[in-house]
């Protein structure tokens, strides 16, 4: 324990004073009989325990759709595809359309999203849902429970992650499409059944009744997993106006569904970790993994922090003694040997109660920076520092405090590779003048799913440190 003792500039003030003020006031002398100490202690990082637990069943809280299939050594095998509703049009374009001439089902992703090899041969199949999905979906969801698993698919497609034969108009833009041709029934289904009953259209849970989704699955290939971004249905068709007192005849689109954030999406995410992290994780060390690989179980000393803090302040009653600058955990990882395929740790962790985990991300929670927390990876550090701890265990103080015990859930801690999205919010003002700023606000916390995702935490030298002030009398 490192501890630094200083005099506060409004001591200083106060000894100035107390010569001029009334010699009855015990202001001056109460202030001058005080010592403030800053106290730093990094003792309790010897009590922290860090473990890898499985983490095989992810609630679906994204629009991210995996798919393919890879084998990565020194990762595992990863296997995934994806269940989804869609959100209609609400509206559909029926006056001059003489004739429907396809629909497609766009798998659209940016030009890096994918991993391993944009040459290897794959191929989905796709089949239609018998019913509709239930929320939340895991990632351990079956899919036989909700399509055909003996029939047969409405549509095959062979794909490659390349750019290779693609305009280069199309590679500019910076992303590619898988394209997957529905039936021409399918096309004429939601056509005329629009025209019937357009209000079937008008909320993603009454067209689920109508059309519960798609299974997009992986049949055939190796070697390449690709994060699709942005799914749409369109429906191609031909169409006739009136153009300066003539028919004029054209081919025309429109996007008739969407993967959105209102719909029910799940991943199908099946992970075998390589034997050979098996035999790391059994001989001690500690993985993070993702999708849907592994987490951290931390043993967090909360008890004996709070003991040793309240020890040090006073008896925690209603006069302050003492008061909590700050808690810092800073988890760095180590090099990883086996790692060919260029693998990146987790983008974010979340900090989080064991006990609430499912909690957090089934009710869409944020990180409150008291019951939860995130933080992001430092590349150049190679390291993850959760710097605002000290909310946390001043909530453990003051229920404590209220007459709730300190458990063991308080010291069960999960690290959990997260992807936080955020927006810039812009506001301006003026009365005598105007102002104008931008925030960051982060809108939603999700289970990391974008990537195939490694991390090797360095157990022996993580970090706790323990900053507080504490008042006494000479």
Same mark, same amino acid.
């Given at each position: 324990?490192?501890?630094?003792?200083?005099?506060?500039?409004?001591?200083?003030?106060?000894?100035?004073?107390?010569?001029?003020?009334?010699?009855?006031?015990?202001?001056?002398?109460?202030?001058?009989?005080?010592?403030?100490?800053?106290?730093?202690?990094?003792?309790?990082?010897?009590?922290?325990?860090?473990?890898?637990?499985?983490?095989?069943?992810?609630?679906?809280?994204?629009?991210?759709?995996?798919?393919?299939?890879?084998?990565?050594?020194?990762?595992?095998?990863?296997?995934?595809?994806?269940?989804?509703?869609?959100?209609?049009?609400?509206?559909?374009?029926?006056?001059? =359309?003489?004739?429907?001439?396809?629909? =497609?089902?766009?798998?659209?992703?940016?030009?890096?999203?994918?991993?391993?090899?944009?040459?290897?041969?794959?191929?989905?199949?796709?089949?239609?849902?018998?019913?509709?999905?239930?929320?939340?979906?895991?990632?351990?969801?079956?899919?036989?429970?909700?399509?055909?698993?003996?029939?047969?698919?409405?549509?095959?497609?062979?794909?490659?992650?390349?750019?290779?034969?693609?305009?280069?108009?199309?590679?500019?833009?910076?992303?590619?499409?898988?394209?997957?041709?529905?039936?021409?029934?399918?096309?004429?289904?939601?056509?005329?059944?629009?025209?019937?009953?357009?209000?079937?259209?008008?909320?993603?849970?009454?067209?689920?009744?109508?059309?519960?989704?798609?299974?997009?699955?992986?049949?055939?290939?190796?070697?390449?997993?690709?994060?699709?971004?942005?799914?749409?249905?369109?429906?191609?068709?031909?169409?006739?106006?009136?153009?300066?007192?003539?028919?004029?005849?054209?081919?025309?689109?429109?996007?008739?569904?969407?993967?959105?954030?209102?719909?029910?999406?799940?991943?199908?995410?099946?992970?075998?970790?390589?034997?050979?992290?098996?035999?790391?994780?059994?001989?001690?060390?500690?993985?993070?993994?993702?999708?849907?690989?592994?987490?951290?179980?931390?043993?967090?000393?909360?008890?004996?922090?709070?003991?040793?803090?309240?020890?040090? =302040?006073?008896?925690?009653?209603?006069?302050?003694?003492?008061?909590?600058?700050?808690?810092?955990?800073?988890?760095?990882?180590?090099?990883?040997?086996?790692?060919?395929?260029?693998?990146?740790?987790?983008?974010?962790?979340?900090?989080?109660?064991?006990?609430?985990?499912?909690?957090?991300?089934?009710?869409?929670?944020?990180?409150?920076?008291?019951?939860?927390?995130?933080?992001?990876?430092?590349?150049?550090?190679?390291?993850?520092?959760?710097?605002?701890?000290?909310?946390?265990?001043?909530? =453990?103080?003051?229920?404590?405090?209220?007459?709730?015990?300190?458990?063991?859930?308080?010291?069960?801690?999960?690290?959990?590779?997260?992807?936080?999205?955020?927006?810039?919010?812009?506001?301006?003002?003026?009365?005598?003048?105007?102002?104008?700023?931008?925030?960051?606000?982060?809108?939603?916390?999700?289970?990391?799913?974008?990537?195939?995702?490694?991390?090797?935490?360095?157990?022996?030298?993580?970090?706790?440190?323990?900053?507080?002030?504490?008042?006494?009398?000479?």
């Amino acid at each position: 324990m490192n501890v630094f003792r200083y005099l506060s500039a409004a001591l200083v003030v106060a000894l100035g004073l107390s010569s001029c003020g009334d010699e009855n006031s015990m202001i001056g002398s109460s202030i001058v009989d005080t010592n403030m100490e800053i106290v730093v202690d990094s003792s309790f990082q010897k009590l922290i325990t860090v473990e890898s637990i499985p983490n095989d069943s992810v609630v679906g809280r994204t629009i991210t759709q995996l798919i393919g299939r890879i084998s990565i050594p020194g990762y595992g095998k990863l296997e995934t595809d994806f269940l989804t509703q869609f959100m209609p049009a609400a509206a559909f374009d029926t006056v001059g =359309v003489d004739r429907l001439d396809s629909l =497609v089902l766009y798998l659209n992703y940016n030009a890096d999203s994918f991993t391993g090899d944009s040459l290897a041969p794959m191929q989905l199949s796709v089949f239609p849902l018998e019913k509709q999905l239930k929320s939340p979906i895991y990632s351990s969801i079956d899919p036989a429970d909700y399509y055909n698993a003996q029939g047969m698919p409405v549509a095959l497609k062979s794909y490659n992650a390349s750019y290779l034969g693609l305009p280069d108009s199309l590679i500019k833009l910076g992303y590619k499409a898988i394209r997957v041709k529905l039936p021409d029934e399918m096309a004429d289904r939601f056509y005329q059944k629009y025209k019937a009953d357009p209000s079937i259209f008008s909320s993603p849970s009454r067209f689920a009744q109508f059309f519960p989704g798609l299974y997009v699955k992986t049949s055939y290939g190796s070697g390449c997993v690709v994060n699709v971004q942005n799914s749409v249905m369109n429906l191609h068709y031909t169409k006739t106006t009136v153009i300066n007192d003539k028919d004029s005849t054209y081919a025309a689109a429109q996007t008739l569904m969407a993967v959105t954030p209102e719909i029910s999406t799940g991943n199908h995410i099946k992970l075998e970790v390589d034997p050979t992290i098996q035999s790391e994780i059994a001989a001690g060390q500690v993985y993070l993994m993702a999708p849907a690989g592994l987490n951290v179980l931390m043993h967090f000393p909360t008890r004996q922090i709070v003991a040793d803090f309240e020890q040090a =302040v006073g008896d925690g009653g209603s006069t302050i003694q003492g008061l909590i600058n700050s808690l810092i955990l800073h988890v760095p990882l180590k090099e990883i040997a086996n790692n060919s395929y260029g693998l990146e740790p987790p983008q974010f962790l979340l900090f989080v109660r064991k006990s609430e985990l499912q909690k957090f991300f089934e009710e869409k929670e944020l990180a409150d920076n008291v019951r939860s927390f995130y933080a992001e990876y430092n590349s150049t550090t190679r390291s993850y520092s959760f710097t605002g701890l000290r909310t946390f265990l001043n909530d =453990v103080i003051e229920k404590k405090r209220q007459g709730t015990e300190i458990t063991d859930a308080d010291e069960e801690i999960v690290l959990v590779p997260v992807s936080v999205y955020s927006e810039t919010v812009s506001s301006g003002s003026s009365y005598y003048y105007y102002s104008y700023s931008e925030q960051e606000v982060v809108t939603d916390i999700v289970p990391y799913i974008s990537a195939p995702s490694i991390a090797l935490i360095d157990a022996d030298n993580i970090k706790l440190q323990l900053t507080y002030s504490r008042q006494t009398k000479k």
